[in-house]
């Protein structure tokens, strides 16, 4: 990651002191016009950019800010959080922070526990977390508040914890309109299918357990209850996936909406469309990763159901920056992020959220 220079790198390239270019940099006391003639020059040079939220004290202290969530690959949901996440800290570089990832497997929770047991061992100042396992999370956040460190969640909330901060959708909501979504493009005598991912240590993600909720909600209450069926497919050992998703399929002719409780929903609908089968089933998944969208244009799924990952991921770390410089946030307790909804005809409108 390309860093800004900071005030220190600055006034050593000026030759004055970082006092003189935090002055300068924030219009206050008097300074020489050769020490600002001086500064400016470097600062054009190495194409500093003022940010208004940091001040002096960022001179004085560095800070230690440990991020844990799943593995980030480009194009994949937790890599948009992890690149709205560097751009954060490109933005606040001219704070001295050292960050640390503290990387998992989203489908085991055993590498959950190990990336969670690492982060109290390194007595951070700060944690960002990305949670998927309801009690893992409780537990880490039992040890950051005996400690007192404070925490902010991205993409999940867990309930019954001290967090500063929260950044995520409204995920029962997600699931509602899942089903409302996915109703309304299928025949009246349609059934429907929940595919969940199947996950090292028998765990369900937080997330996925509330989208569920919400589904099953939004049929529950027009009286359509009794017409979804579930089912799991895996990400971690696929060579089954396309003969036991064929036949769960073949065995429920009537299904018609396949809902994707995560942001896999390529994976289902690679296989229906490799066998033909797509064209007669709608299907509803969830983010704009790379290889969703490239289903997307070939029409195997039909919507995505988006929450901004990248903003979940910069404003976690501005959170976290100003709890540390100030005591305090600027951000409510709990920011519930847009709910977007990408299909074929206006997915070319968000374009920024994803590199295609």
Known sequence: MAKQAKIKDIAKMA????????????????????????VEKVLAEVGY??????SAVALKKGYNIVISMPTASPGEYWGSIQEGIEHALREYSDISINCRYAFYNQFDV?????????ITAD?????????TFTDETIGLCRRLEERKIPFVFIDSAIEGTSTIATFTTDQYACGFLLGRLLHSITPEDSEFAIFRNTRVGNRSSNNSVERKKGF?????SIGMKDRIYE?????????????NILEFMKSHPSIKGVAALNSRGYIIADILNDNERSEHVRMVSFDMTTNNVRCIR???IDALLCQRPALQGFLSVKTVIRYLLYKKTDMPLHTLMPI???????????NEFIEL
């Open 15 to 38: 030759g004055v002191s970082a006092g003189t270019v935090d002055r300068i940099l924030h219009n206050r006391g008097k300074v020489s016009q050769s020490s600002r003639q001086a």
């Open 298 to 300: 070939n029409g195997s």
């Open 216 to 220: 099953i909600g939004y049929f529950k």
């Open 231 to 243: 089912t799991s497919f895996s990400v971690l050992d696929p060579e089954d996936n396309a003969k």
């Open 340 to 350: 977007d909804i990408i299909m074929k005809q206006n997915l070319d409108f968000y």
């Open 49 to 54: 950019r003022y940010n208004i939220h940091t």
């Open 123 to 131: 007595s951070p100042d700060a944690v960002i977390i990305g949670p």
């Open 110 to 118: 055993y590498s959950c526990r190990t990336a969670f047991d690492s």
